[in-house]
């Protein structure tokens, strides 16, 4: 059976704007150009005023548990100069987009269609946890900078839309990018865990957007599948493995 993503994406094959153009050249001009008149002239096609999220070209970002495609400065340069992006997250039965932040830009989310969707979000230290049930029709804000996460808990598919107040609002995984620091500060800030226990955990880390809970995947009658661990944060020297050192047998979820 087609999953939804596929169904969903197929129906709307073709784009105005592709988001698989090299842009970098044009990017730069319209970076440099001295009046938003200019950037205006310089995207001389009419069609680079129009962006498909549903475009199958379009880049994104994906893992086991669904997608999100993001209209930034780098995919749709018409951006450029505005001070704003979106997103469309499309989140398979049991999907979550792992805990992240946006280093530049505050994200208003809104969910489109049937599913009910879970959010949770911290804003900085002493701030309190919030969660939020979001019903279609849903809308709520993370501030620039927050930990927050979406979880689609329903045994359907799952819209968002997310609008953010930057063209290049970044994305940082809080768990990809933890364990990439030094591994001797992570084992110490984890308790003094040991680097062997840190280099376990590193290997388990599912590729965005993953599989959520197995309590989720039981009631929907989902197998966990084994995922992808490629956005794992590269090894320099300063945050590189000690030589000689083999990682702890961790034990596997179920189904990998």
């Keep these: 059976m087609l999953s939804f993503t596929t169904v969903f994406l ?8 592709s988001a698989a153009v090299d842009n970098s050249a044009l990017i730069t001009k319209l970076r440099d150009a001295p009046t938003a008149v200019d950037r205006i002239n310089l995207l001389s096609d009419d069609n680079q005023f129009v ?5 199958p070209a379009a880049k994104a970002v994906s893992g086991k548990g669904g997608k999100i495609i993001t209209a930034n400065a780098a995919t749709f340069p018409a951006v450029v100069g505005n001070g704003a992006a979106m997103a469309v997250g499309i989140l398979e ?6 805990p992240h932040t946006h280093p530049r830009a505050t ?3 809104f969910n489109t269609n049937g599913t009910t969707i879970r959010t949770g979000m911290i804003t900085e230290n002493g ?6 049930d979001l019903s279609p029709g849903g809308m709520t804000i993370f501030p620039q900078g927050s930990v927050h996460f979406q979880v689609n808990e329903g045994c359907d598919p799952a819209v968002f839309v997310a609008a953010l107040n930057s063209e290049d609002p970044g994305a940082l995984q809080i ?3 933890f364990l990439g620091l030094s591994p001797d500060i992570v084992a110490a800030t984890l308790g003094d865990i040991g680097v062997e226990e840190v280099m376990g955990l590193d290997s388990m880390i599912p590729d965005n957007v993953a599989q959520s809970t197995d309590e989720c995947l039981k009631r929907c009658k989902i ?14 020297s300063g945050n590189a493995f000690p030589t000689g050192v083999s990682a702890s047998a961790w034990p596997t979820a179920s189904g990998y």
Excluded: H, Y
């Excluded at 197929?10 to 704007?17: D, M, P, Q, R, T």
């Design 10 to 17: 197929a129906s709307l094959v073709g784009s105005a704007f």
């Design 127 to 132: 701030g309190r946890f919030i969660m939020t």
């Design 175 to 177: 768990a990809q990018r």
């Design 223 to 236: 197998t966990r599948v084994k995922q992808d661990t490629t956005q794992r944060q590269s090894r320099v």
């Design 93 to 98: 039965p049991c999907g979550m987009n792992t």
């Design 107 to 109: 994200e208003i989310l």
């Design 51 to 55: 962006f498909n999220f549903f475009d």
